[in-house]
């Protein structure tokens, strides 16, 4: 399975971006496909989450409302619509693939198996 996600850039507090997780390789349509962040200096966290099917989401709080993840079957991509973008969504942001159902494992970077190379994400006037 490869991942590439593309998209980020540079952005004013208040606007938005829309990245893509392009997916590729054998059975990967059974995986479901995560989106992290990590800021300088800190974690990589969980930013969303999307079953392959599309049944299941979930989202971390400092981003409900304002992002939105979605997928395309047809061309093996998932997006991460970000509105409403502030100073402390910059990041790098990655996408990742993981087989494990919906559940908690889903908010942890340690249940993925595949992660693509990133996106910067900067947020600035």
């Known amino acids: 399975v490869q991942l590439q996600a593309s998209g980020g850039g540079l952005v004013q507090p208040g606007g938005s971006l829309k990245l893509s997780c392009a997916a590729s390789?054998?059975?990967?349509?059974?995986?479901?496909v995560g989106w992290f962040r990590q800021a300088p200096g800190k974690e990589r966290d969980f930013v969303a989450a999307?079953?392959?099917?599309?049944?299941?989401?979930a989202y971390a709080d400092s981003v409900k409302g304002r992002f939105t993840i979605s997928r395309d079957i047809a061309k093996w991509t998932v997006y991460l619509q970000m509105n409403s973008l502030k100073p402390e969504d910059t990041a790098v942001y990655y996408c990742a693939a993981t087989d494990r159902s919906y559940g908690s494992s889903w908010y942890q970077k340690l249940a993925y198996d595949y992660w693509g190379q990133g996106t910067q994400v900067t947020v600035s006037s």
């Open positions: 999307i079953s392959w099917a599309g049944g299941s989401i």
């Open positions: 390789g054998r059975s990967f349509s059974r995986y479901h």
